[in-house]
């Protein structure tokens, strides 16, 4: 119990770490190249805003949210999404009075469901999201789809496929309820007892329902696309040759409803398909109602969130290639106290030039703190021990040509040069 991380999390050990920063800083890189800037919100909020924003009806809000009362008797919850927040704060520091659009990401960002831990869904997972708030028109949608999907192209992902759909704005999905309502109305009695609840709320969460029974019963479903209105029609057809301007392939997919309530006009998902399943890396979409309905001004808003954890997994599936970096430039191997404070102070010096570089610190036999450097692919190795000291002078190996060089002891700029030279 002691040693085992709770059930759905993943720890992320020093060996692996270097696979997330590589992607980490990918995705810093384009974001820039988009001129996004960075959010970073608390990881709780009060209740009541994702009841508002995800929705009462939804799978998030009524079975996977982990909420509870603090000390003070607020209801708290650990979010379970990053837009709801992201819209919180800027209402709160009223950045919607400044320069607009507003465009913003957020990266690694812990997010908390109580799901069934299995293949890609954890209980603790970390998601990147960019959010733009005040671009109403679709072009921006398709901006936004255009950088996921480079993003995840420039990772190396291979086998991607990008699915749209329209699910339309409150006026149009009036009649397209009732036309779900007329289908389903005769299969309700098949269905789960959420569904039966859902379908005088929220009728088009019944296509959502991760349930089999529901699955098949809404096979030939009505589709939103046949009933959107002239405004939302005019929408997703800019979107649809917004994309084809930039070469992106899509499907139409009236599956896509997407788990959250604020989605108004365009859905998207960028799936995997891999050989146990397709599975979702990226989902996101517009909703020009939120901000206003968190208490905002009328805004347009569009967004997407990347499942970070599922992202590295498909990478690796795919044989995606993260570069290993090498730990250290330099280890200082030393031998007696004398050698000890020569070492370190060298390390110190040659840090501050820009060296990684590291010493001893287990009093470890000399061919020991080799089979070390070795171990970590140390480029280079100085020895200092009773002789170097005496002569004042060290050499320097490197480690896969087994050149050396002279240099003095106290010459920490010369070494500097010399490793600096050879490895960047
Ligand atoms: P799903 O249909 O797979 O449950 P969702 O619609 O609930 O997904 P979103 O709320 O859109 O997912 O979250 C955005 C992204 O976050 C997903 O595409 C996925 O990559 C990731 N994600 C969502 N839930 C989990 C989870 N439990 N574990 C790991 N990643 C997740
Ligand atoms: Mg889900």
């Known amino acids: 119990m002691l040693t085992q991380a709770p059930k759905g999390t993943k720890d992320v050990p020093m060996t692996e770490s270097y696979k997330w920063q590589f992607v980490e800083e990918r995705i810093r890189q384009m974001t820039k190249l988009a001129g996004l800037r960075e959010v970073r919100t608390p990881m709780f909020e009060h209740t009541e805003l ?3 924003s995800v929705g009462d009806t939804t799978d998030v809000v009524q079975k996977e949210m982990y909420t509870f009362m603090d000390k003070g008797g607020r209801s708290i919850t650990l979010k379970p999404e990053g837009t709801a927040s992201v819209v919180r704060s800027f209402i709160e520091s009223r950045l919607y009075s400044e320069v607009l659009p507003a465009k913003m990401y957020y990266l690694s960002m812990p997010n908390f469901r109580y799901e069934k831990p ?9 998601q990147f999201g960019v959010e733009v708030f005040g671009a ?9 789809i255009s950088l996921a999907w480079n993003i995840t192209q420039s990772l190396g992902v291979t086998g991607l496929e990008l699915h749209i759909n329209s699910i339309g704005c409150p006026e149009c999905r009036a009649k397209y309820y009732e036309a779900l309502r007329d289908f389903f109305r005769p299969k309700l009695g098949g269905m789960c007892e959420n569904c039966k609840d859902r379908f005088e709320r929220n009728p ?13 019963a809404a096979v030939g479903a009505p589709k939103m696309i046949d009933y959107l209105c002239e405004d939302c029609s005019s929408h997703f057809e800019v979107l649809k040759s917004a994309l084809g301007a930039m070469n992106i392939d899509y499907t139409i997919d009236p599956q896509i409803v997407r788990g959250l309530d604020y989605y108004t006009k365009t859905v998207f998902e960028i799936i995997a398909k891999l050989p146990d399943g397709p599975l979702t890396v990226c989902g996101g979409g517009r909703y020009d109602n939120l901000i206003e309905e968190v208490g905002g001004p009328k805004m347009a808003g569009v967004g997407f969130g990347m499942g970070m954890e599922r992202l590295l997994m498909v990478m690796e599936r795919v044989g995606a290639e993260i570069p290993k970096p090498a730990l250290l430039d330099v280890y200082i191997a030393n031998y007696g106290d004398a050698a000890r404070l020569a070492a ?7 840090r501050a030039l820009g060296v990684r570089a590291d010493i001893d610190h287990a009093g470890r036999s000399m061919r020991a703190q080799f089979k070390y450097a070795d171990k970590i692919d140390a480029g280079y190795v100085i020895t200092i021990g ?6 004042n002078q060290i050499t320097l190996r490197q480690m896969v040509s087994h050149e050396e060089k002279p240099f003095n002891l106290s010459d920490a700029e010369g070494i500097a040069g010399e490793i600096l030279r050879n490895l960047k």
């Open 50 to 52: 994702f009841l508002r």
């Open 118 to 126: 299995q293949n890609g869904r954890l209980r603790e997972f970390h």
């Open 136 to 144: 109403p028109l679709a072009t921006e949608d398709a901006e936004l």
């Open 204 to 216: 088009m969460r019944l296509l959502d329902c991760k349930e089999e029974k529901c699955k098949e």
């Open 344 to 350: 370190l102070k060298l390390c110190s010096e040659l």
């Open 386 to 391: 009773e002789d170097e000291m005496a002569k």
